[in-house]
């Protein structure tokens, strides 16, 4: 990886605090799609390892169970990392469009 996931364009920023916040942001996240966009989503979640935890893992299989739910390719390639002193983030994007940008 010659990049940082930071440098990725991202057209949303969700801020979460729970699991039910996470739900809301993958309705989203899907209803706004991957491969049209030319850009990305960024998950922020608090520092708190069990709550990112299961954040994450929300965000993870829910994207991929709702975009295989509406017949839409599930080729979306994510990074978790460490954003800043209060949160861990999660970037996803489609393949397609990360080589497509070049990275």
């Known amino acids: 990886m010659d990049f940082h996931p930071k440098d990725l364009p991202i057209s949303k920023v969700y801020d979460l605090k729970n699991e039910s916040d996470a739900m809301q942001a993958v309705d989203d996240m899907v209803n706004l799609g991957f491969k049209?966009?030319?850009?990305?989503?960024?998950?922020?979640?608090?520092?708190?390892?069990?709550i990112a935890k299961r954040i994450g893992y929300t965000i993870t299989t829910g994207?991929?169970?709702?975009?295989?739910?509406r017949n839409q390719t599930r080729d979306v390639k994510y990074w978790t990392y460490h954003h800043d002193d209060d949160h861990f983030a999660i970037?996803?994007?489609?393949?397609?469009?990360?080589?497509?940008l070049g990275f």
């Open 91 to 100: 970037v996803l994007i489609d393949n397609s469009v990360l080589e497509e």
């Open 36 to 50: 049209e966009k030319k850009e990305g989503y960024r998950v922020l979640m608090p520092k708190e390892t069990k």
């Open 63 to 69: 994207v991929t169970k709702g975009l295989r739910e």
